[in-house]
Structure formats: structure tokens, C-alpha cells
């Protein structure tokens, strides 16, 4: 049996839907984990997808500790064999606790879940995205998250799964939320959309970001930006692409004024196109583009927006 | 204060990786302390000035060393290193980490957010359930009074800020200080900074709970079609158009 860890807010999140389908291909008998406030408000959701739901909102199951014990709890008493977490921020905080305390092998971030004898075989990204490993782990019980954006999303089965209310014994945490910012969109999220037009420092000013928004509004695209971009205040961290920030794989990834360091090609090089436009021949990003244009993007940019604009009219 | 630093030797981050019959070769590949690991030393040595009571713990093999000297040169006090060519997975880490951080009982410990090689984000979540501790991870602020660590973090929507009592661990990243570079002076006195060897047997660790089946460099070939923007608008057009027809993404 899997135990599938779903995040979720008022629905279930693309995250726990795209492991819900990872775990369909893998096994029959899953079991869908809802843990917090609202809960009970996705469960009827969850059970399309899964042959039971487990839904506990203890006001407790806040922070990665208490999470990961919960987890842990319920996979023993579920006795399952493989424990699906989303390769989410929050989900990479938790799953390792959970592989600790169930003393289990932890396989991080996959991108392809393969079942073998008496274990999982995954593939993940190393080295900064430049490797791509193949790793195993064979054991009673492997813990293991998932890469977002990498799994076809759960089909609804034909018979809807039971819910069950869960009790847990959990004790406070120790750790208090002061205060959190919900950094809002109004565009496709990065991280789903098909195209991504993302701005660097080249673009000299946070005014001229304005380029980006009026390609992206045209294209329907997503807008990311670069870690100098986002640390130089003229960003949101939401929209930030990179090691430190969010990875993309879009059909198309238009890149301007950025210079493509490593960092940066770690979170969009397996795009499927990428496209570039920096005054700079040497940019890095040059060498992992399918098409570009060298030249000064404040003259190209307005250039292209035109050109985009004819095309969609 | 007592702070502890894990860090980690990674090939550089502008450095080609190679990898021949399924496995990476770092032959002759320049290696370097994690870049993320180097903000941990800095905000240890930021809190703890002049480096006292600040302890570098290294797991991985000889050439670690480097990475160990360089953050003594940044002014940690000591390391220890626990040896061994065995690539461990991240539960089997946090053990031994578990039993030396018990040894040296520090009030802190930084772990860099994600690793330069195995691009794993899990070590410093995993020591912290070993210990069972607390922990607070992607810091990109932190202040401490009276054994409480207030920080914020960035999360998968945004920025939170969080308040938890010490003993932590709290895992770094860019943005939450500008690290030093050793000067001439400290990197002499590094060599002579206590560096003490231990091995993972030690802790009864003998074995990998994940093995590597294979190590690849999957490079997507690139069309690399690259356009003359002195007339923008012709360029502009052109890309347009290739998008279009030609890549069907448009």
C-alpha cells in the first residue's frame, strides 16, 4: 500500500493530484493523507483518487516536526510500503523527518518512480541539475518526494474511496508563526505554465520590467526573474527561477537579459525550448539556447511585443 | 554560544561534470566549499566574533580537508571530520551527525539549504528529527536573544517568520549574509586550527540505505539558432516567426 501526502487549500493542490497519479501507476491500494485545517473539505475530492482517505485536523499539525510525525504514525499503522510526499518546499522539509523516524531510505525529488523487487527505483537530477542519477532503495518501507511538474496528473477511479477520521497523539510543536506573506499572481502560475518569459539584472531597472509583463500578457506566459533580480528588490521571491527558487520545464523559456549562470540554468535548463535575448555574445545562456537574438533588449523588446501582438491578432 | 557548521566539498558551481560508464568522474574537477554551506560559517561567525566556541563537521573523504581549511580560514575555531569514501544516504548522515553533535552539544547548528552534488535539501531536516529538534530552513534572516531564534524563511508561496526556542538546527541560503573571503593572515593560521578524525564505523554506520545505479549526462541538444539584433525589428519578427512555424510553441 502507498500513502500519498496531499497538500492542498480549498482543493487539492497539482502537487498531491500528480503524486495521487504517480501512485495509481505504481500500485492499486493507495491511501490519500490530508493533515490540517480544511481537510475535511477536500476529502470527498481525495477519494476519487484513492482507495481510502485518511483526514485528520488536529490544530497541532503545523510546523515539519509535528507533520512528519503524523506521517510517520499513519504510514506504520497503515503499514504501508512506500510514502509519497510532494518534492514541494514544504513537502522537502517533512519527508526526510518522516524517513528518520520510520529509520527508512529517503529518495529525493524524483522525476521517474519505477517499482522493483522488494523496493523503488526513481530518477532525480544532481549536481546541479547537470547529472541525472538513477537511485535505489530496497526496504520494508522508502520514503520518497516527487519532483513537481514531472507526473501526469491521478485519473478518478471508478468507485470512490472511504474516509476515515484519524486521532493522532501530538504535543506542541515549539515553534510559533509570527506572521507569513502569500506572494499573489494574477497571471498563470510559474511553475504550470507552457510558457515562461523571465527578466535579469540586464534589464537595468525594476520600470523595465514592464517589457517582461507586456510580452508575457501577450503570450499568456508566466514572468519569472533571476536571483540577482529578485535580491536587488525588483522582484517578488514568488516569481524567483533557480537553485533557490522555483524549477520550470515549459515548451518555451524566454530568457531576457539574463547572463545564465549555473544557478539559474539549474532551475529551467530542462526546458523544452529557451530562448534567449542579451547584448552579451559570450552569455552563458547562449550556449543552451535554441534561439535568441544578441542585441540591446530595450530596443528588441518593444520589437517583439508588436511582432507577438500581430501574430495573436 | 555554542555553533556547529556543517559543510560539504562539491565540485564548483561553474565547473564541467563529467561522467563516463554511468558514474561521475571528478577527476581533476575543481572542487570548492558549498557556496551554500559558506553563509552557515558566516552567520556563526557573525554571532559567535572572532570565531570562538564555532566548529566546522565535515562527512565525506579526504578531500574534504580543502573545504574544512577554507572554513577555518573564514575563522571557525576547529572541525571534525569524519572520514570515509562511503556516499551515504541522508538517514545514515543524520546518525552520525546525531551522535557528534550530541558530543559537542552545541545551541545551533547550520546546514546548507541544498547541496551542490547531490542536490539534496534533506540533511538538515534529517539531523533535526535524529535530535529531535526543531528546525528552520531557506533562512534568509535570523536574530537570537535568550536561547529564542526569530527568522524568517521562504516558503513554496511566499515568506514566513517564525519564533522556536534553541537548541536548532537552521539550514541557509543566499541572501541571509554576504560571506568573507579568508584573508592571507587566517588562511596561515588555518593550518595549524585543530582538525579532529573520525569515521562512521565509529558510529556503528557500515552501509548505504540507497544505492547509485547510475550516474548520466543528459544534455538536450540545442538548435542554437542565433539572430543579429542591429536592426531589432527584423529580429524581432524573425524570432517571432520561428517560434511560430519552426518551434510550434507560439
Redesign the interface.
Known amino acids: 500500500m502507498i500513502l500519498v501526502v496531499c497538500e492542498f487549500d480549498t482543493k487539492l493542490k497539482k502537487s498531491a493530484l500528480e503524486i495521487l497519479g504517480a501512485a495509481q501507476r505504481l500500485e492499486d491500494s493507495v491511501t490519500a493523507v490530508l493533515l490540517g485545517t480544511g481537510a475535511g473539505g477536500v476529502a470527498l475530492q481525495a477519494a476519487q483518487y484513492a482507495s481510502q482517505v485518511l483526514v485528520c485536523e488536529d490544530a497541532l499539525l503545523v510546523?515539519?516536526?509535528n507533520m512528519?510525525q503524523a506521517v510517520s504514525d499513519l504510514s506504520e499503522q497503515a503499514e504501508a510500503t512506500l510514502v509519497l510526499m510532494a518534492g514541494?518546499?514544504?513537502g522537502?522539509?517533512?519527508?526526510?523527518?518522516v524517513?528518520?523516524?520510520l529509520?527508512?531510505?529517503?529518495?529525493?525529488?524524483a522525476t521517474v518512480l519505477t517499482n522493483i523487487e522488494g523496493g523503488l527505483?526513481i530518477q532525480?537530477?544532481?549536481?546541479?541539475?547537470?547529472?541525472?542519477?538513477?537511485?535505489?532503495?530496497i526496504?520494508p518501507i522508502v520514503v520518497c518526494s516527487v519532483k513537481p511538474n514531472t507526473q501526469v496528473v491521478a485519473e478518478a477511479n471508478s468507485s470512490a474511496g472511504e474516509i476515515f477520521e484519524v486521532k493522532l497523539e501530538l504535543t506542541a510543536?515549539?515553534?510559533?508563526?509570527?506572521?507569513?506573506?502569500?506572494?499573489k499572481t494574477s497571471r498563470v502560475a510559474l511553475t504550470e505554465a507552457?510558457?515562461v518569459v523571465t527578466g535579469g539584472r540586464g534589464l537595468g531597472s525594476p520600470e523595465n520590467f514592464a517589457l517582461i509583463e507586456s510580452l508575457a500578457d501577450v503570450?499568456g506566459a508566466g514572468v519569472g526573474a533571476t536571483?540577482a533580480a529578485v535580491?536587488a528588490g525588483w522582484r517578488?521571491?514568488?516569481e524567483q527561477v533557480g537553485?533557490?527558487g522555483k524549477t520550470v520545464q515549459p515548451?518555451?523559456y524566454i530568457a531576457v537579459g539574463v547572463s545564465g549562470?549555473?544557478?539559474h540554468l539549474?532551475g529551467m535548463?530542462?526546458s523544452?525550448?529557451?530562448?534567449a535575448?542579451n547584448?552579451d555574445?559570450e552569455a552563458p545562456i547562449?550556449?543552451?539556447?535554441?534561439?535568441?537574438?544578441?542585441?540591446?533588449l530595450h530596443?528588441?523588446m518593444?520589437?517583439?511585443i508588436?511582432?507577438?501582438k500581430?501574430?495573436r491578432d | 554560544m555554542k555553533i556547529l557548521c556543517l559543510i560539504r566539498q562539491v565540485?564548483d558551481?561553474?565547473a564541467k561534470?563529467k561522467?563516463a560508464l554511468g558514474k561521475?568522474d571528478l577527476d581533476g574537477a575543481t572542487m570548492a566549499l558549498d557556496g551554500m554551506d559558506e553563509y552557515g560559517v558566516e552567520q556563526a561567525l557573525r554571532i559567535n566574533e572572532g570565531g570562538a566556541n564555532t566548529v566546522a563537521v565535515a562527512l565525506g573523504n579526504t578531500r574534504f580537508e580543502d573545504a574544512i581549511r577554507r572554513s577555518l580560514a573564514m575563522g571557525l575555531e576547529r572541525a571534525v571530520h569524519i572520514e570515509t569514501d562511503l556516499l551515504l544516504?541522508?538517514?545514515s548522515q543524520?546518525q552520525i551527525l546525531k551522535a557528534v553533535v550530541l558530543e559537542e552539544a552545541p545551541d545551533l547548528v547550520f546546514v546548507g539549504?541544498?547541496h551542490?552534488?547531490?542536490?539534496?535539501?534533506?540533511?538538515g531536516?534529517?539531523l533535526?528529527?535524529?535530535l529531535g529538534w526543531?528546525?528552520i530552513?531557506?533562512t534568509t534572516e535570523l536574530t537570537l536573544a535568550d536561547g529564542i531564534a526569530?527568522a524568517t524563511h521562504?516558503?513554496?508561496?511566499?515568506?514566513?517568520?517564525?519564533?522556536?526556542?534553541l537548541p536548532a538546527i537552521i539550514t541557509t541560503?543566499?541572501?541571509l549574509n554576504e560571506p568573507r573571503y579568508p584573508t592571507l593572515p587566517n588562511i596561515m593560521k588555518a593550518k595549524k586550527k585543530e582538525i579532529r578524525k573520525t569515521t562512521p564505523e565509529q558510529y556503528g554506520i557500515t552501509n548505504s540505505?540507497?544505492?547509485?545505479?547510475?550516474?548520466?549526462?543528459?544534455e538536450?541538444p540545442?538548435?542554437?539558432?542565433?539572430?543579429?539584433?542591429?536592426d531589432?525589428?527584423t529580429?524581432?519578427?524573425e524570432?517571432?516567426r520561428?517560434?511560430?512555424e519552426e518551434?510550434k510553441?507560439?
Do not use: C, M
Request: charged fraction near 25%; avoid cysteine.
Open positions: 510546523g515539519a516536526k512528519a514541494s518546499r514544504g522537502r522539509e517533512i519527508a526526510p523527518r524517513a528518520v523516524r529509520d527508512a531510505p529517503y529518495l529525493e525529488d527505483q532525480h537530477y544532481a549536481y546541479l541539475a547537470r547529472v541525472t542519477e538513477t537511485l535505489e532503495a526496504a510543536s515549539g515553534v510559533t508563526v509570527l506572521g507569513r506573506t502569500v506572494e507552457s510558457l503570450l536571483r535580491d517578488p521571491y514568488g537553485q533557490t515548451n518555451a549562470a549555473v544557478q539549474s535548463g530542462k523544452k525550448n529557451i530562448v535575448i547584448k555574445a547562449f550556449k543552451v539556447a535554441d534561439y535568441g537574438i544578441i542585441g540591446d530596443a528588441i518593444p520589437a517583439l508588436e511582432a507577438a500581430k501574430l | 565540485p558551481a561553474e561534470v561522467a561521475v544516504d541522508v538517514v543524520a539549504g541544498q551542490a552534488d547531490t542536490d539534496s535539501q534533506a540533511l531536516a534529517a533535526a528529527e535524529a526543531n528546525q530552513t531557506w526569530k521562504d516558503t513554496d508561496d511566499g515568506k514566513e517568520s517564525l519564533e522556536l526556542a541560503q543566499q541572501g540505505k540507497v544505492r547509485i545505479v547510475s550516474q548520466e549526462i543528459q538536450r540545442r538548435l542554437n539558432k542565433l539572430l543579429d539584433g542591429k531589432p525589428v529580429a524581432a519578427n524570432l517571432i520561428l517560434l511560430h518551434a510553441v507560439i
